[in-house]
C-alpha cells in the first residue's frame, strides 16, 4: 500500500512562490507515475501535472504551463511541484496522486492512491 503526504501549502501574495511536496511511503517511489491536482471550492478537481516514474516525462494542464514544474526525486521518495508567479485563481486544496506504472494519464481516475490534500491560499 502506498502512503502519500503533502506538504508545503500556504498562504502566499500574488506573485509569489511555493513548492510543494508530496512524499512516498510504504513502496518504492521509482515502480509508480506521480501527479498532483488541484480542487479549488465549488469546482470539481482538476489536473494539474504528471511525471512518469522515472522523471523523463512530465505532462501539465495547458493553463499552467511555464509557471508549475513537477519534478521528483526518487532517492528520497519524494515529488514536488514549484508554483511561480502565483495568482488568486490558483487557491485551492492541491493533491498529490499515484498509480503502479510508467505514466499515469490526465486524469484523475487513473490515479490509485491519494494523499490528504495541502491548502494553497493566495491573496490578491
Known amino acids: 500500500q502506498v502512503q502519500l503526504v503533502e506538504s508545503g501549502g500556504g498562504l502566499v501574495q500574488a506573485g509569489g512562490s511555493l513548492r510543494l511536496s508530496c512524499a512516498v511511503s510504504?513502496?518504492?517511489?521509482?515502480?509508480?507515475?506521480m501527479a498532483w491536482f488541484r480542487q479549488a471550492p465549488g469546482k470539481e478537481r482538476a489536473f494539474v501535472a504528471t511525471?512518469?516514474?522515472?522523471?523523463?516525462?512530465?505532462s501539465y494542464a495547458d493553463s499552467l504551463k511555464g509557471r508549475f514544474t513537477i519534478s521528483r526525486d526518487n532517492a528520497k521518495n519524494t515529488v514536488y511541484l514549484q508554483m511561480n508567479s502565483l495568482k488568486p485563481e490558483d487557491t485551492a486544496v492541491y493533491y498529490c496522486?499515484?498509480?503502479?506504472?510508467?505514466?499515469?494519464?490526465?486524469?484523475?481516475?487513473?490515479?490509485?492512491?491519494w494523499g490528504q490534500g495541502t491548502q494553497v491560499t493566495v491573496s490578491s
Open positions: 510504504g513502496r518504492t517511489a521509482s515502480n509508480y507515475a
Open positions: 496522486a499515484a498509480v503502479r506504472g510508467w505514466y499515469g494519464g490526465l486524469r484523475d481516475y487513473e490515479y490509485d492512491y
Open positions: 511525471i512518469n516514474s522515472n522523471g523523463g516525462d512530465t
